[in-house]
């Protein structure tokens, strides 16, 4: 039997409580399923700080670097305002992004019919939505040099950041879109600035030539960014999967993630590149939401986030679709039978905290098989 290696790092406030309810599923896993989940934890965030001084050590992100998949919660918190800048909680997310080079952030935006009502738009315009959008990770805006803030010396100053992509960078990114794109509905949406930014020329030649070159079974459309965040708004059914550069991407993944209603329910996946002998891409699963303070500790923080990022984890790692299938199924199952945490409450609904509705996904995991 081939093991699985997954690397756990619940990090801080909330995330411990979810990624609890994670394990009661890798447990149940393998011990009926034979599934070969090898887990091992390490700290990250404040935890970590408070153990060793750094956000993240070199020793577990090491692990983190060795396993299949690595699963985080969430970091951060006030008790960690005044730590020094290299070391706060977020330093050890983007170690993580960075040292795994995760180029690839996909976010799902589905709308479970339960939670239709909870939407900011009109049920039906999100009844049965279900659109992926694929964000470059460790390009453009953000990173682009120079980056930098010049005093003009007559009382001016010039706050300057620099867009930057190389042809490379964006056919990596359009290759996992359309290889998603084959999963699902085959349809890609690119959406970038072409008319006012030169990166963004680049952007839509190099998608139209990777397109052409190894994908040209997937419908490909273009949009202008900012007529996509429209459409996002007024018909998203229209889309399957969206890829865009990291500043568009983050906006209209931000956008997109509304359309569906709590936070607590938003998974995402980051993605690296294969690895040139096992074919292998390095990959993390994490929920969209904080550490949560307000609430942590409290045992009443929805795991749903935590427990669907799992099941993104064993589609894009593990190409256990069936699996992945059955427990985005419970998910929805639980919901229909109108067990909700308190973020996601309706009326007539029963309300649980996060052990019961992950002990209720479980159930109705089992009872799926
Ligand atoms: P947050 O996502 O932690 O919380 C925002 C609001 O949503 C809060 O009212 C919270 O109670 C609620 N919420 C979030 N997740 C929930 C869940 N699973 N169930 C029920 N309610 C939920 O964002 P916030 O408050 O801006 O940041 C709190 C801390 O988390 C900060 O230290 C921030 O830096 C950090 N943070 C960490 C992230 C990460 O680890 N990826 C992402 C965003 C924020
Ligand atoms: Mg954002």
Not at 142 to 168: A, H, M, S
Not at 294 to 304: L, Q, T
Request: net charge negative.
């Amino acid at each position: 039997m081939s093991t699985r290696t997954l690397f756990l790092l619940p990090g801080d406030g909330i995330g411990p409580e979810a990624m609890a309810e994670v394990v009661k599923i890798i447990d149940h896993m393998n011990t009926d399923a034979a599934a070969g989940f090898v887990t091992d934890t390490g700290l990250v965030g404040g935890s970590a700080y408070d153990a060793h001084g750094a956000a993240i050590s070199d020793a577990d992100m090491a692990k983190a670097m060795a396993a299949d998949a690595v699963l985080f919660g969430a970091v951060g918190g006030p008790k960690w305002d005044d730590v020094p800048y290299e070391a706060r909680p977020e330093a050890g997310l983007l170690r993580l992004r960075k040292d795994m080079q995760l180029f690839a952030n996909l976010r799902p935006a589905i709308c479970y019919p339960a939670l239709s009502a909870a939407s900011s738009l009109k049920p039906e315009l999100v009844e049965g939505l279900d659109i992926l959008i694929v964000r470059e990770l460790t390009g453009g805006v953000y990173f682009g040099e120079p980056k930098e803030i010049i005093d003009l010396g007559n009382g001016q100053k010039r706050g300057i950041d620099t867009q930057v992509y190389d042809t490379y960078e964006i056919e990596r990114i359009a290759g996992v879109a359309f290889e998603l794109a084959r999963t699902r509905s085959n349809r890609v949406c690119s959406m970038e600035k072409r008319n006012v930014m030169k990166s963004g020329v680049l952007w839509n030649q190099v998608v139209t030539a990777t397109h052409k070159d190894k994908y040209s079974d997937v419908q490909l459309d273009h949009m202008l960014a900012d007529a996509g965040g429209m459409q996002l708004v007024r018909q998203p059914k229209q889309f399957d999967v969206i890829v865009t550069d990291n500043l568009f991407g983050d906006m209209l993944s931000d956008v997109a993630s509304m359309l569906t209603g709590s936070l607590g329910m938003l998974p995402s996946a980051s993605l690296g590149a294969p690895d040139a002998t096992t074919g292998k891409r390095k990959a993390m699963y994490e929920p969209v939401h904080g550490s949560a303070p307000d609430i942590a500790g409290r045992g009443i923080a929805n795991p749903i986030a935590m427990i669907a990022s799992f099941a993104m984890c064993l589609r894009y790692s593990f190409n256990m679709i069936a699996e992945a299938n059955r427990l985005e199924k419970a998910i929805a199952n639980v919901l229909d039978q109108g067990i909700r945490t308190g973020d996601i409450m309706a009326p007539g609904a029963r309300q649980v905290g996060t052990t019961e509705m992950g002990d209720a996904i479980l159930a109705e995991f089992k009872a799926l098989a």
